[in-house]
């Protein structure tokens, strides 16, 4: 059975059953993925899925009572019984006066937005082995102490979704993402060892950096780390490099989620007006970029995407919100619903970037710095989102005369993370892409650093 059919027998069926009202979306995905280590081929995957998800609200004493069931099978008894099944489960859960579908405001038209290059289904499995083997050979010929590997990867992924409801709005669209990414082991002539990595991700195979690009990129960055030392502890300057500036703002993520912010599980809960970051900082969640790795035309519940300015100038504009969580908080759906074929929707960022600064590059801001520490990598989930404590492991280079000195490993991290976003003195205006989410390299003032003594 087409996705358009199930979707239209799984909602009436639940009408019919009694349903104050339901949705249902439909998932299908096509997938592959091949892992290489020298000339040997360690891994290949490819994968088909089709599932079907359907939400049903009927009425309850003091609100909507609701139940999420899910299939993979799409015949027609199958698709018939599990309507049946949904409504009999909604009743027999506890009702909820904030539950439904959005009252109003579904997407309209729906925007072109580069998600897919029809010709890259034709690529085939052999197009990422033969990736997967430039990426990993170039970091191998970069030098002679990159002496083995954790591997390369490559693969592609294609996703249709589908998504109606009884309110009447119906709207489909498809997607794609692509990546190439490279591990290297490089070894000192005392036979220490360091790893690191280096990928590439896109909606289009064109748009990916060359393989050998980020396999050289890769060995680069482990060879690097060689001669890694501990440094004595205290408080420094700490610069963050792009990838570990995104792996920041991702903590930030979860702190503007409507549902940890009703929940007061978030230490932003309640501040919206309020300076919670340097003036330099401004942060937009937009779900049209074209090609964006977080785009798409609606959210998992059928509302527009759209560009939401979350931090303007330091101060907190907005959070991250589906429909449920603006109505526990008296607030209006944000457009950042997401939503998986056997779940209920939550909240996710689409794309989401801290605007580029004046501070130059890089190696501009290092210049600036002076004496401290720059931060390549990040470890362990160090983070309390209710209180914004941050504690995690790092390592990076130590900034001497304003260049990387020498490598830095086996050392901590600590601050708070309100604290550490008031303290950013620095923002470059090198925005890098790797995910959903981008950040430029950025400098926070201060920050306790753990090392030896």
């Not at 609100?63 to 199958?78: M, R, V, W």
């Not at 600590?414 to 890098?432: F, H, K, R, T, Y």
Request: proline share 4%; glycine share 12%.
């Amino acid at each position: 059975m087409s996705a358009e059919n199930a979707l239209e027998q799984a909602l009436q069926g639940a009408l019919r059953g009694g349903a104050h009202s339901a949705d249902s979306v439909c998932i299908e995905s096509d997938s592959s993925e091949v892992r290489v280590r020298g000339e040997e081929i360690e891994h290949v995957k490819q994968a088909r899925e089709r599932t079907l998800g359907l939400r049903v609200f009927v009425e309850g004493a003091t609100g909507l009572q609701q139940a999420i069931t899910s299939t993979s099978d799409l015949s027609e008894k199958a698709i018939e019984r599990l309507a049946e099944d949904s409504v009999a489960l909604a009743r027999e859960t506890a009702p909820d006066p904030d539950a439904g579908l959005p009252q109003d405001g579904f997407a309209g038209e729906l925007p072109e937005l580069d998600l897919l290059v029809a010709k890259d289904r034709e690529a085939g499995i052999e197009r990422h082995v033969e990736a997967a083997r430039e990426a990993e050979a170039a970091a191998r010929q970069v030098d002679e102490r990159i002496v083995n590997s954790e591997g390369a990867d490559a693969g592609s992924s294609f996703r249709r979704v589908h998504y109606a409801n009884s309110a009447g709005f119906d709207g489909r669209y498809e997607s794609a993402s692509h990546s190439i990414s490279c591990s290297p082991i490089a070894a000192d002539a005392q036979g220490a060892m360091q790893t690191d990595y280096w990928y590439t991700v896109a909606r289009s195979l064109a748009a990916l950096d060359a393989p050998a690009a980020v396999g050289k990129r890769a060995a680069e960055r482990a060879l690097a780390q060689l001669g890694a030392r501990r440094i004595a502890t205290g408080e420094y300057p700490v610069v963050f490099d792009s990838p570990t500036a995104r792996s920041l703002l991702g903590s930030l993520v979860g702190c503007l989620s409507g549902y940890a912010v009703y929940r007061k599980s978030s230490f932003l809960a309640g501040r919206l007006g309020e300076t919670i970051a340097a003036s330099g900082i401004t942060v937009i969640d937009d779900g049209r970029l074209p090609a964006g790795l977080g785009s798409r035309p609606f959210d998992g519940e059928g509302q527009p995407t759209r560009r939401n300015v979350i931090v303007e100038g330091g101060c907190l504009r907005s959070y991250l919100l589906d429909t449920y969580s603006a109505r526990k908080l008296g607030m209006a759906s944000t457009g950042n619903a997401t939503r998986g074929a056997g779940s209920a929707p939550g909240v996710g960022s689409t794309n989401l970037w801290l605007e580029p600064g004046a501070a130059g590059s890089l190696d501009d801001i290092l210049a600036d710095t002076g004496k401290g520490l720059l931060v390549t990598g990040m470890f362990g989930q160090g983070f309390n989102p209710v209180t914004g404590d941050f504690s995690r492991g790092a390592k990076g280079f130590w900034i001497e005369d304003g260049k990387p000195a020498y490598p830095v490993e086996e050392i901590t991290i600590a601050g708070n993370l309100g604290d550490m976003l008031c303290d950013v003195n620095a923002i470059g205006n090198e925005l890098l892409w790797l995910g959903n989410v981008a950040a430029p390299p950025l400098r926070i003032a201060r920050m306790t650093i753990a090392g030896d003594g």
